[in-house]
């Protein structure tokens, strides 16, 4: 997707700048700017960075704590810790919540209002559907239906997000199941296979059996004592047939 590509682009522009600074505060800076970047929802490949080490120690430590929260937290989870985070920017809010929208769409293709409102801390449904059209539909994040009879937000697509150890742990379990039905699958087509040159050996054999026959059959009208064979057995059972009718009219 296009939104994915663009965001490759934006990941490798912050893993360079961050490989060439050395100062905690250049790096905090640096935090700040990503996570606050419109088009950017993945931060693993930034959480990677080795000059990331140079904030632990220094008074812009909590800076390493809002990258993990971008990266594996929602707008729900700021507020429970938000006394021992720094307060975030607009730009910064508005994307958390964004997040918490993708997060939600990690196990539910049909959101239920209630259920967004709740976790995105909003009061009413005209504030949810816009927060909904404008900052995740338009900015192409997710697509999907607003169906206001229903009260739900029900998803066709969203952009993913980074994966956690239990989203791992997860995918892991969903790629070997998918191993195990694929090769239960090939199994049954290996057996199909077989079956199908079994049937057209049959079949080879059955018309090679029958081409033999009416080679047989052709050899035998080509051949002359095989046309008098044919004549005089003919002849024989129609004089006899001629005979019986001769003596049945005669009674």
């Excluded at 220094?58 to 729900?76: E, I, M, N």
């Excluded at 199994?187 to 079994?198: R, S, Y």
């Amino acid at each position: 997707m296009d939104i994915e590509r663009r965001q490759s682009a934006f990941i490798d522009r912050f893993v360079r700048q961050a490989a060439e600074l050395s100062a905690a505060e250049s790096v905090a800076n640096l935090v700040l700017e990503a996570t606050s970047h419109p088009s950017l929802f993945a931060f693993a490949e930034i959480l990677a960075i080795p000059n990331l080490s140079k904030l632990l120690a220094s008074q812009y430590s909590s800076y390493l704590d809002v990258l993990l929260l971008f990266a594996c937290g929602t707008w729900k989870i700021y507020q429970r810790h938000a006394h021992s985070l720094p307060v975030l920017l607009p730009d910064q809010v508005r994307k958390l919540k964004q997040i918490s929208v993708l997060a939600l769409i990690e196990n539910e293709k049909e959101l239920p209002y209630d259920q967004l409102m709740e976790e995105l801390d909003v009061s009413n449904v005209q504030e949810l559907e816009d927060f909904l059209i404008q900052e995740c539909i338009h900015t192409g994040i997710v697509r999907g239906k607003l169906d206001q009879l229903r009260r739900c937000f029900k998803v066709q697509f969203a952009s993913g997000r980074d994966l956690t150890a239990e989203h791992l742990e997860n995918t892991i379990e969903t790629s070997n199941s998918w191993f195990r039905t694929s090769s239960s699958l090939l199994h049954l087509i290996e057996e199909g296979i077989k079956w199908v040159e079994c049937m057209n050996d049959i079949n080879n054999q059955h018309k090679k059996e029958i081409n033999d026959e009416i080679e047989e059959v052709e050899k035998a009208f080509k051949d002359h004592d095989g046309w008098s064979e044919i004549w005089d057995g003919m002849d024989e059972d129609c004089i006899g047939r001629k005979s019986r009718r001769r003596r049945r009219l005669e009674l």
